[in-house]
């Protein structure tokens, strides 16, 4: 867990320093808000960095502990959003911004040849050149209705006529020649003995 106020955080992420101080917010979580943003900000700047990266860089950058670069990585995401899970809209922003950098360096060298090349390739980017997908209409979806039933049709097995009746024939039928508890009389050890001594000369005999 994080020695931390998640919705202190939250709400402190946004603000500038000014705005901060005048909330007289401490001076060790204007520290942390900076390591969270600059470690943000080298984030956007190399999306493909893995964990490992982004902690050996808190830990080179802001000189802090292993313990608080893991700590300040996992704030980065509760808060400001996991890179490594971009959407395809945010893949798409970053190749419109790369083609648009591109397209206007070619225009400032006349060649429009390549303006030509880059639009087409933004078309294909933003799928301008296709119908939009058509939304699914959840709304409409009608949810099934169960309801419980003994009847055994529904499963494809045939109904046994007077099924009832015929389990209270045979319970009616069996049920007199269950076993049922006897009386019975303990034997005291001296007959006992007897006995096993006239089985013991039967045998020998």
Do not use: C
């Amino acid at each position: 867990m994080l020695p931390v106020n998640l919705d202190q955080y939250s709400r402190y992420v946004t603000l500038d320093d000014s705005e901060l101080r005048e909330l007289r917010v401490a001076e060790s979580v204007l520290v942390r808000l900076r390591r969270i943003r600059g470690l943000y900000a080298y984030w956007l700047q190399f999306p493909s960095k893995l964990d490992n990266d982004l902690v050996q860089y808190d830990l080179a950058m802001f000189k802090v502990s292993r313990t608080s670069a893991y700590d300040d990585l996992h704030l980065v995401k509760v808060l400001l959003g996991n890179l490594q899970q971009t959407t395809k809209e945010f893949m798409r922003w970053k190749i419109n911004k790369s083609i648009e950098e591109d397209i206007a360096a070619a225009r400032r060298a006349g060649d429009f040849r390549s303006v030509a090349a880059l639009t087409k390739v933004m078309v294909q980017n933003n799928r301008t050149d296709k119908d939009d997908e058509p939304d699914l209409e959840f709304d409409k979806i009608v949810p099934q209705n169960f309801e419980p039933t003994d009847d055994p049709t529904v499963l494809g097995i045939e109904r046994v006529p007077d099924l009832r009746g015929r389990i209270r024939a045979l319970y009616k039928r069996y049920s007199n020649k269950m076993v049922q508890d006897a009386e019975y009389e303990e034997i005291n050890e001296k007959v006992n003995e007897n006995i096993n001594d006239e089985v013991k000369l039967e045998e020998d005999e």
